[in-house]
């Protein structure tokens, strides 16, 4: 009996469930590691009911709210926005350390699919990001945060969370494997904290100078803590004269993120596979 070669479909069926049997092998893997890194994770998810104790508190008592309403309430959706963008630096710093010990190297000569390398990364970036969100969620409801929109309107606020945060990881997983280096990678980390803090996520934009409202108006995470803000009804919900990002918030975040993959889905693959070249 003559054998015949699997048809096309057939065998991109096969290297697609290749890639997720491996990702997901990897995603266990990085789970695990967390087992020798208590500190990590204790901090991943310590860290945020720490933010909210103290901008909550702190900034509370000193900034009104515009239109009115509780404070913490108003920061809740930028202490969201917040974390969410802190996958940038936990997966940058955790790929440059496997690489810089020579990790990277092995995954690269073993029978695998190459995107199941930084997929995997991915994968258990948003776990631990999704457990993270689960406590922040109980510190701010401990705090007077509340949900007054409904369910439905609040699940896809946190899929939008989650769908930046995926994106945002991939980012993370090319600057790691440009980086190579641990410590260049920690010294980076602070970097990341004037983009967070340079929009409406603790305070309004309103009294900022043009140029510099302009920026932050413009800047994703802006978009995102909006999105939140209407799909939560919390305070700040933007007006009818706020920059487009801020009008369409939703759509400004959905097309960021998918910005995002588009742009760092295929170089990061494509930087594992040429690393040490």
Known sequence: MALHAPTAPTGRLVRLRWTLTDGVTLVWRNLVQLKSQPGELVGALVFPAILIVLFGYVFGSAIKVPGGGNYREYLMPGLFAMTTMTSFMTTMVAVAT?????????FRSMPMARSAVPFGQVGGDIIVGLAGMVIMIGCGLAVGWRIHEG???ALAAFG???FLRYALSWAGVLCGLLVKNEET???????????????????PTAGMPDWLRAISDWNPVSAMVA?????FGNPG???AHAALPLRHPVAATLIWSGVLLVIFVP????????LNR
């Open 151 to 153: 369910l439905p309107r």
């Open 98 to 106: 496997d690489a810089s010990k020579g990790v990277m190297d092995r």
């Open 227 to 231: 999105a939140c803000r209407g799909l």
């Open 267 to 274: 170089l990061t693959v494509r930087r594992f596979r040429t």
């Open 160 to 162: 939008l969370l989650i």
């Open 185 to 203: 990678a920690d010294q980076m980390v602070p970097l990341i904290f004037p983009v967070s803090m340079l929009s409406n996520s603790f305070v």
């Open 237 to 239: 919900v933007v007006t």
